[in-house]
């Protein structure tokens, strides 16, 4: 079938008191194991690109990215969507949603709440005028290799400013700070569950939770059922293919051109293990 809104996903996930799972792509081979395993398991999952790894490493671009998220989609009838994750740039925003993401994220974790509403506000004006979505960020997700990221409380997303975050910057999904962190944790980590819940009470938009690599199945669970509808994995999948790279070139493996095939393989068994912890 033709692209699903992220928006669409996220409400079959909120109705049935799940969450979608996001993956981060760089390649082809990676969007076509999120997708076969997406049918297999008959699970509406997003597949999302981080504009660093299209703008600077030069993976792919936001255009051949969309068309070949595209493809796959319409050979399955499972719900795919696509999104734009992190970006702070109007420009490169709005350049991606014209070459087919029909949702994207604004990041403004790193201002003020004030400026972090307007930017949001013009973001998802522009946006919602082309028919995207647009998920902005509430408090802010840090990184796991700082050590103190995922436990500073001073970067949580604040349940009393939740409804009006929401409501100001029109934003369709907003991803909230609980206990989590980008990238691999030094320390297991402990979501705030509490507060989960009191975010989940203010608003009604669907929130979504970054830094998933290395939660605890269990606390997904309970985050899942506590409110979070979309569940962004990067760092684990991506050093998977990594490991897998390696391994192949470390075995010297007599054909270069089965490394996909290969790669592939291994991704779709972890795919599988992640998006069995959706409901959907
Ligand atoms: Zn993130």
């Known amino acids: 079938m033709a692209l699903e809104k992220v928006s669409e996903i996220l409400k079959m996930a909120d109705r049935a008191k799940t ?12 969007i076509k194991s999120v997708v076969k395993v997406a049918e297999e ?14 703008r600077d490493k030069h993976w792919t671009t936001p255009a051949v990215f969309a068309a070949a998220v595209k493809t796959e989609a319409k050979k399955v009838k499972v719900p795919i969507g696509l999104h734009l994750d ?41 946006a919602h005028a082309l028919g995207a979505d647009v998920e902005a960020e509430l408090g802010r997700v840090g990184f796991a290799n700082t050590v103190t990221d995922q436990s500073d409380e001073d970067m949580y997303t604040k349940a009393e400013v939740a ?5 100001q910057s029109n934003c369709n999904s907003v991803a909230v700070a609980v206990g989590t962190a980008h990238g691999f944790y030094k320390e297991t980590p402990k979501l705030d569950i509490q507060r989960l819940k009191s975010i989940n009470a ?26 979070i509808n979309k569940f962004n994995v990067g760092t684990e999948f991506f050093y ?10 470390s075995a010297g493996h007599p054909d270069f051109f089965d490394l996909p095939l290969l ?3 291994r991704l779709e068994n972890y795919l599988r293990t992640k998006m069995l912890l959706s409901k959907l």
């Open 86 to 126: 992190h970006c702070s740039d109007y420009n490169y925003i709005l350049a991606a949603i014209k070459e087919g993401f029909q949702s994207v994220m604004y990041d403004g974790s790193m201002l003020s709440v004030e400026e972090n509403i307007k930017n949001t506000r013009e973001v998802a004006k522009a």
């Open 19 to 30: 969450s979608a799972i996001a993956f981060n792509c760089v390649d082809y081979p990676m």
């Open 163 to 167: 409804a009006s975050f929401c409501e």
């Open 202 to 227: 203010a608003t009604d938009v669907p929130l979504v939770m970054h830094g998933g690599s290395g939660v605890p199945d269990e606390q997904l669970e309970i985050a899942f059922r506590e409110g």
């Open 41 to 54: 398991l008959n699970k509406p999952t997003i597949i999302m690109l981080y504009p660093e790894h299209a």
């Open 240 to 249: 998977l293919y990594y490991q897998t790279m390696q391994e192949f070139c």
């Open 263 to 265: 790669a592939q393989e």
